[in-house]
């Protein structure tokens, strides 16, 4: 009885095993196929944040963490990054992007050069 037991567990272990790789596998494809709306997604949203949070920060004077509510909603993953000896602010979309905009007197935020 000890034995019957015994091949219904590994059975079910397989079954398990082999479910969570084609979870995996289709959360791969999944990734794959839309990776490029996802990479066009992230660099915009790194851009506006960069943007509008140098400018709330070193524009209108405002902490970072003040600026961070500025963020509209479906950007939460986008973090920023403040640099006052440069004036400058980054937001940053894990394993994805970042974008970093600076302070110049006269022009306000620019972005910095992109290359992508």
């Known amino acids: ?16 095993l082999w479910l969570f790789l084609l979870i995996l596998i289709a959360l791969a494809v999944t990734a ?6 996802v990479r066009g997604y992230a660099n915009a949203g790194t851009t506006y944040s960069a943007r509008v ?3 709330c920060r070193f524009v209108a004077g405002r902490s970072l963490e003040d600026c961070k509510k500025d963020k509209l909603a479906g950007m939460e993953l986008i973090t920023l990054v403040d640099n006052v000896k440069a004036k400058s602010v980054t937001a940053r979309f894990p394993l994805i992007t970042d974008a970093t905009a600076t302070y110049r007197e006269g022009y306000g935020c620019v972005m910095e050069k992109w290359e992508g």
């Open 53 to 55: 949070a140098c400018s």
């Open 1 to 16: 009885m000890a034995n019957s037991t015994r091949p219904r567990a590994s059975r079910s272990s397989r079954v398990g």
């Open 32 to 37: 794959w196929v839309y990776r490029e709306p």
